[in-house]
């Protein structure tokens, strides 16, 4: 079977059952993302990217437009030496330097570090820093938080949209020189891509993905969108590209079967009036929207298709649970399906919804995507009966899912054992065959999709001069399924008031993201704790202001 038109319609795709049954990975011994998602269609004359500015200006870019881009990127890293297994952080909105920037560091053999742009200071230099980065491709808006993170690093720097001649300008160098450039060979299973993710204890862990990461997330890609790709799909995410589910989901499929990606990097919270305008104005067929998002859209208009011209015909989510009253609002106002997915950065989308194979079924997160064992296990590691609460895992090897985590193998085997990666989400399968979320094994936040560490807030907090400890937990908020909220207890000689919340509330902010800041603040005397100094967090969350 020929990679470079991987589709599972190939197969029997009369019935999920047939499908599964049907469905056969055969892996080549080369394969690289970069080249699979550009070189391949440069010859067409086909539309990648429809791109939208924050000043409302527009511009379209072929495949070819990007080549030559990333060819003339790939020779000026190669000149400084920048090459196979080198990482390259990414620290731009989305955008076509954003998208050329991943592509040239698969392309030359490297790996492509995402970043997002709401992170602060201490956060971006964490990141460099523990990564080893060779090089950072960076956003000018967003200098007053990188000059601080780069002091006592040695890394080559490339400004986007640059305003002096402190680092290479990239938009220069992505206009002129050669544009021929020949890719790296790659094997399957070599590193790719790497995301931070957040764990309840320590501080965030690289995830390195390889460039089997691509291949693997096409199954689900089709399905949850409805057997995407069909003629005259446009495909679109508000979310940032530095999260998995961005371009896991959306973006690196899309491109691979030549495709074009709505691209709006979009600042400040998300506005219900400026999604619904853009899927209209692009004739947008699919779309892949967090549930915090998708409720704000439902409150924003109840009826949405009796104002917009929508051409949707698949809508997919994930990141926090969905709800069937937000499947069912989507099928009556919407007229289109929610297929909700599941998967994290370790392993993105194993299990997948879609409407038309499977039939509805609000609420459950689907079943496994065909060409993954995705079980729940007992406590003894054994398959749990239908209904029985256990831990959701994904038998491996498994060609979506990560290498292993940066420089930590002691974490890897706790999160690989016994031939099963172990999600951390307990869940059940019903008889049919469909499974539920039921809540996190571990105290790990999710709010309005994102992933949260509860230990990188509290550091962050913790640096307030007022405060002596902190913990946080998530909390239930309508709109936004949690947030984080923060129990604090504050030195002697300070006192609770609501002035000095916003200042907390103001400081985390910087220091880390605008989505990881506590929403609510309670101040306490004093923390509950085991007999070992462990903070009880289910103690906390049960607690009441």
Known sequence: MGFSNFDIRRFDCSSYDALCKSFVWEMPEYFNMGVEMLDKHADTNKIAMYYEGNDGSARIYRFKDLLNMSNRFANTLTDLKIGKGDRIAILVPQGPEALVAMLTAYRIGAIALSMSTLFGTDAIKYRLTDSSAKVLVFDDSLKDKVRPALDGLNIEVFSVHSSSNEFYDLNSILKNGATSFKPVDT?????????????????????LLPHSFLLGCIPCYQLYLEMAPREGDVFWTPSEWAWVAAIGDVLFPSLYFGYPVVVTPRS?????????????????????????????????????RKEYDLSLRALGSAGEPVGAELVRWCMDKLNVPLNEIYGQTEANIIVTNCYSLMGPKPGSIGKPTPGFIVEVLDENGNIAKPNEIGEIAVKMPNPVAFIGYWNRQEDTAKKVRNGWLYTGDNGYKDAEGFIWFVARTDDLIKAAGYRIGPAEVEEAINQHPAVL??????????????????????KPGHEPSEALKDEIQQSVRKRLAEYAYPRIIEFINELPKTDTGKIKRKELRTMHT
């Open 268 to 304: 400040g919270k998300f506005d219900p009036a400026w999604a619904y305008s853009i899927m209209e104005r692009y004739r947008v067929t699919c779309a892949y929207i967090v549930p915090t998002a998708l409720r704000m859209m439902r409150k924003f208009k109840d009826e949405p």
């Open 469 to 490: 400890e902190s913990a946080v937990v998530p909390w239930h908020d309508e709109i936004r399924g949690h947030v984080i909220k923060a129990y604090v207890v504050l």
């Open 187 to 207: 094997r399957i299973g070599d590193p790719a891509h790497m995301l931070y993710t957040s764990g309840t204890t320590g501080l965030p862990k690289g995830v």
